[in-house]
């Protein structure tokens, strides 16, 4: 193929274009906000679980710690009226005040027992609500994190897509000014060789892929017209010389 020794230059110029472009498609999809959105959206997700099995809970404990407060209300309702029977001298048989008394003694070790499985259910509402309160501070610090991290991204957003548009109106001020198959090469190898087509001669190196020329080929692009289009024996790539070529 045959490309003015300038027209090849300007596919450097094209080549720096798609390389730019290509870098800030690759920091677009590689942002660390990205990440961060996801893990804590993640995270989040977790948490909200952990917030309703905590709130069950809550609610069990809670409707038993009432019907504990209602059977005391019982135990007592009962012990005070069996106390007024008794304080009102109106037993008189023993054996009746005997099991009375036996009643009392009864109704007040169950009362006691009641207490205590409620003040037992109290705590562990304590505990509960507490868990919630923490996991509600954690909820909305993962909020936050995620509102910072989506403000964070969108601006890296417009910022890359202002240079992206900028980068590609170049592009196509430059590309039709090109001959066409030379293009369609360069993309052709520019697909194939991770995004590098073309690459300049410099100091007898291949700017594709970083080797040396060995002396033959360096002879053979030194002997080459200028205008035929060389390519790296190595990569492959479209070699373009430059004043600095080392020829
Ligand atoms: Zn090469």
């Known amino acids: 193929m045959k490309a003015d020794p300038a027209i090849q230059l300007r596919l450097l110029d094209l080549q720096a274009l798609d390389a730019g472009l290509d870098r800030l498609a690759a920091r677009r999809r590689g942002l660390p906000e990205l990440a961060v959105i996801t893990e804590r959206t993640a995270a989040l997700g977790t948490l909200d679980d952990e917030v309703v099995g905590v709130r069950t809970e809550l609610g069990d404990v809670t409707r038993a710690q009432r019907k504990l407060e209602t059977e005391i209300e019982l135990v007592r309702t009962r012990s005070a009226r069996d106390s007024q029977r008794l304080e009102s001298g109106a037993v008189t048989n023993s054996r009746e005040l005997e099991n009375l008394q036996a009643e009392l003694a009864s109704l007040a070790r169950r009362q006691g027992v009641l207490e205590d499985d409620a003040l037992e259910k109290m705590e562990a509402v304590e505990g509960l609500e507490g868990q919630l309160a923490a996991l509600s501070q954690r909820r909305a610090d993962l909020q936050a994190e995620i509102d910072a991290a989506t403000i964070a991204r969108d601006k890296a957003y417009a910022e890359i897509d202002t240079e992206t548009a900028r980068l ?54 030194a002997a080459a017209p200028v205008d035929e289009v060389v390519r790296c024996e190595e990569c492959r790539r479209i070699l373009v010389r430059t004043p600095e070529s080392g020829l």
């Open 168 to 221: 590609r109106q170049d592009r196509e001020a430059l590309a039709p000014r090109l001959p066409e198959a030379l293009v369609t090469l360069y993309e052709r190898i520019r697909a194939s060789s991770g995004g590098v087509g073309a690459a300049p001669l410099l100091r007898r190196r291949c700017q594709g892929c970083h080797l040396e020329l060995s002396g033959g080929d360096l002879r053979a692009v």
